[in-house]
């Protein structure tokens, strides 16, 4: 009798020394996570972020979906414009010589970022299993102007794999898989990111 209550308290310690093992460790884990996925996912909003900086260079307005935006791109060019005085005006007032030259699109996006970019697959949300990111652009009167407007982003519970159920909120107070992580605003002129 004495060992088989020895034997059940030891498949009890296991059990339980387990069972705290797994409740310290989920905690870690869900962290580690969410700042390794969180962070691929901002990246590549940053990169989007400048593309559509780019875009609206060549464009004059912002692209509301991936194709625009890699096509663009890929074979726009940006107007530099340049500005000297006229030396045939001796008064050097007013009169200015306006020279134009172009600058590929491409080649002034590799200058933003310091980085190559992968134009068909920006559209892909990393850790995601190709899921893409929600694009959108518009105009929109904001205080009596014409501006444009643009939004991108996606839902944590998109790229948080195992991590997005709504029970992970115990771990962190602000998370929320339902949230978007994003840049812009379709009400506002406004392109910064939520991060």
């Known amino acids: 009798m004495r060992n088989i209550i020895n ?9 339980f020394a387990y069972w705290l093992y797994n409740t310290i460790r989920e905690p870690i884990r869900f962290a580690a996570e969410k700042s390794k996925r969180g962070d691929a996912v901002i990246s590549k909003l940053k990169d989007i972020q400048s593309a559509e900086d780019v875009y609206r260079m060549v464009t004059g307005k912002f692209a509301g979906n991936f194709d625009q935006l890699r096509d663009t791109i890929n074979n726009g060019n940006i107007a530099l414009i340049k500005l000297t005085a006229d030396p ?16 590929s699109a491409k080649d002034s996006l590799r200058a933003i970022l310091m980085h190559d970019v992968n134009l068909d697959s920006l559209k892909y ?47 962190d107070n602000f998370y929320d898989p ?18």
């Not at 050097?92 to 020279?99: A, G, H, I, L, P």
């Open 88 to 103: 045939n005006d001796p008064t050097n007032q007013d009169k200015f010589v306006k020279s134009v030259t172009y600058k």
């Open 7 to 15: 034997v059940v308290l030891a498949l009890l310690t296991v059990f």
């Open 125 to 171: 949300i990393p850790y995601s299993d190709g899921k893409t990111f929600d694009i959108a652009a518009d105009t929109l009167t904001y205080q009596n102007t014409l501006v444009q407007v643009v939004q991108v982003g996606t839902k944590w519970k998109d790229f948080m794999g195992e991590y997005a159920d709504p029970k992970f909120k115990k771990y």
């Open 178 to 195: 339902e949230k978007a992580l994003k840049f812009g605003d379709m009400n506002s002129p406004n392109t910064n990111g939520n991060w």
